[in-house]
């Protein structure tokens, strides 16, 4: 059983940075997705970024530019860099690992496809 733990979150001004990480333990593999989802308010999760172990990564349309996804797998860390933070990107964030076999149903960036979830960390963007 995998474990999620993100932190990272907080406060800013519109414009402004902050750095998620997720610390994954219980799971040694290295074979499987790992992504980060946010859910504003009165909306589904959605898919912010992921990273696969080939090091591909897709962004949300909304993000890319601004968003960077890493890991360290010495650390067992996922990374989310924001950059250009906007007042629209305030909502909870959540990170995510695919280690089942719905990784290969659906894409990266789709909630489906995860079976482990952090509890998530709070962004907050001012104006």
Excluded: H
Aim: net charge neutral; proline share 4%.
């Amino acid at each position: 059983q995998a474990q999620l733990v993100e932190s990272g979150g907080g406060s800013v001004q519109s414009g402004g940075s902050l750095r998620l990480s997720c610390v994954v333990s219980g799971y040694t593999a290295r074979n499987y997705y790992m992504g980060w989802f946010r859910q504003p308010p009165g909306r589904e999760r959605e898919g912010v970024a992921a990273i696969d172990p080939n090091g591909s990564t897709p962004y949300a349309e909304s993000v890319k530019g601004r968003f960077t996804i890493s890991r360290d797998y010495t650390k067992n860390t996922l990374y989310l860099q924001m950059d250009s933070l906007k007042p629209e990107d305030t909502t909870m964030y959540y990170c995510a690992a695919a280690t089942s076999s719905t990784r290969y149903i659906y894409t990266a960036l789709e909630v489906s496809a995860y079976n482990y979830w952090g509890q998530g960390t709070q962004v907050t963007v001012s104006s």
